[in-house]
């Protein structure tokens, strides 16, 4: 009997955008997800998801929204075998409270200051979502302020989910169209989403100013901006972020030593990447 791989290896995932409207086979998404966790399995210690992992989710007293099965039966699997499971949450599923945390096994994250700084392995990183951190418009501040707001979660609870769902991923189409241009091609051939150039410079500011106060830290780990990148902040720090789900399945594998950006490709075994 082949003995099994030892489970050493964190795994970074953001953006997935599950149940979102303009994704064109919502069922082949799902499973593509669902096939990169189940392939992780055998080896990973950790599971990081930083934001966006679903397009909305709202969870009301005793209704949680429909849909996610396969996704939620592997993170249970997941979990059940071993794996921490953390969770930041992004500016799409900010309103996850405690039923994912207490069906599954997770750990919810919404950390204030938008990132929060984790010892991973003996390695220091700096994670979050990106939608919290560098300088963003004000409107932008306002409404993710507005979102937080346990009196305003508390009224929009009061309203029936036929309203609030709809209205939600309509929102979600809207403004990805709005932000987003058409894919171009990188120099590897693949696809990837064009990114204004302010969101990027502010991140790109935010990580040399938090490297600044936490010389320490080795990796800054976000999500939010849909492109995958991976650029030294000093000669001892690195950038990621960790692209999306929608035109490409990259992550990111951290195994106690060295955190490589990769994309997932099914069949493949994401720990040899």
């Given at each position: 009997m082949t003995s099994s791989p030892a489970r050493t290896r964190t795994y970074f995932i953001s953006d997935l955008h599950l149940g979102a409207g303009y994704i064109a086979d919502p069922r082949a998404h799902e499973q593509a997800v669902v096939a990169f966790l189940e392939a992780i399995a055998p080896t990973a210690r950790r599971l990081y998801l930083l934001g966006d992992v679903l397009d909305y989710w709202f969870e009301y007293r005793s209704v949680v929204p429909r849909g996610y099965v396969r996704f939620f039966g592997a993170l249970a699997r997941l979990a059940d075998s071993g794996t921490e499971i953390i969770w930041f949450t992004g500016n799409h599923d900010i309103w996850l409270f405690d039923y994912l945390r207490d069906e599954i096994g997770l750990k919810v994250v919404d950390p204030a200051a938008g990132y929060e700084l984790r010892d991973i392995d003996g390695t220091l990183f700096c994670l979050g979502h990106g939608d919290g951190v560098g300088r963003q418009p004000a409107g932008f501040r306002f409404l993710r302020a507005l979102f937080r707001n346990r009196?305003?979660?508390?009224?929009?609870?009061?309203?029936?989910?036929?309203?609030?769902?709809?209205?939600?991923?309509?929102?979600?189409?809207?403004?990805?169209?709005?932000?987003?241009?058409?894919?171009?091609?990188?120099?590897?051939?693949?696809?990837?989403?064009?990114?204004?150039?302010?969101?990027?410079?502010?991140?790109?500011?935010?990580?040399?100013?938090?490297?600044?106060?936490?010389?320490?830290?080795?990796?800054?780990?976000?999500?939010?901006?849909?492109?995958?990148?991976?650029?030294?902040?000093?000669?001892?720090?690195?950038?990621?972020?960790?692209?999306?789900?929608?035109?490409?399945?990259?992550?990111?594998?951290?195994?106690?030593?060295?955190?490589?950006?990769?994309?997932?490709?099914?069949?493949?075994?994401?720990?040899?990447?």
């Open positions: 009196l305003c979660q508390k009224l929009f609870a009061g309203i029936h989910p036929r309203w609030t769902v709809g209205f939600a991923h309509s929102w979600s189409s809207h403004s990805r169209k709005g932000y987003l241009a058409r894919p171009k091609p990188d120099p590897s051939g693949v696809e990837t989403e064009r990114i204004g150039a302010k969101p990027r410079a502010s991140l790109e500011v935010f990580a040399r100013q938090t490297l600044a106060e936490h010389p320490e830290l080795r990796y800054i780990v976000m999500g939010h901006l849909h492109a995958a990148i991976d650029e030294p902040v000093s000669d001892s720090c690195r950038l990621i972020v960790l692209g999306n789900w929608i035109s490409r399945h990259t992550y990111a594998v951290f195994d106690g030593t060295t955190l490589r950006l990769a994309e997932y490709s099914p069949g493949t075994d994401p720990a040899n990447l």
